[in-house]
């Protein structure tokens, strides 16, 4: 539980992010965002070896455990919103997937380490997306 304190908020080049502990409301559409033109527009859900072209407003609900990866896909924006929780000590584990191999999205060798799984890919940055001026509701 935390203290009861309201968390502070700063514009970090992206959008409004916290500074410190606590709890805080922000409007999703000023937080900050990550972008990356690795993962294309549109998404694709592959998840425990089938595909699944997402539309508007779809939820996946995924336990600890479901192999799973997201895919760019289509010719159009893509907003992927995903809420976590994970423990200290959980085991996370990137395997080689031959479906994932055909979006260029798996693993090159089995680990545990994001960062290895993901190493020939360039890092997302701190921006709002490109067409972000154009949405009507920016």
Do not use: I
Request: a negative charge; charged letters at 25%.
């Amino acid at each position: 539980m935390g203290d009861g304190s309201q968390a502070p908020l700063e514009d970090a080049g992206a959008g409004l992010a916290p500074t410190g502990d606590g709890w805080f409301v922000v409007n999703v559409r000023d937080t900050e965002w990550l972008t990356s033109q690795n993962f294309g527009s549109g998404c694709v859900l592959l998840v425990e070896g089938g595909e699944r072209e997402l539309k508007a407003w779809d939820f996946f609900h995924c336990p600890p455990g479901v192999e799973h990866v997201f895919v760019g896909a289509g010719d159009g924006p893509c907003v992927v919103l995903m809420v976590g929780a994970r423990v200290k000590d959980e085991k996370l584990f990137y395997p080689v997937s031959e479906l994932a191999g055909r979006y260029d999205a798996s693993a090159e060798a089995d680990t545990p380490d994001p960062s290895v799984a993901y190493a020939r890919l360039e890092r997302p940055e701190k921006a709002r997306p490109p067409y972000w001026a154009e949405v009507p509701w920016a």
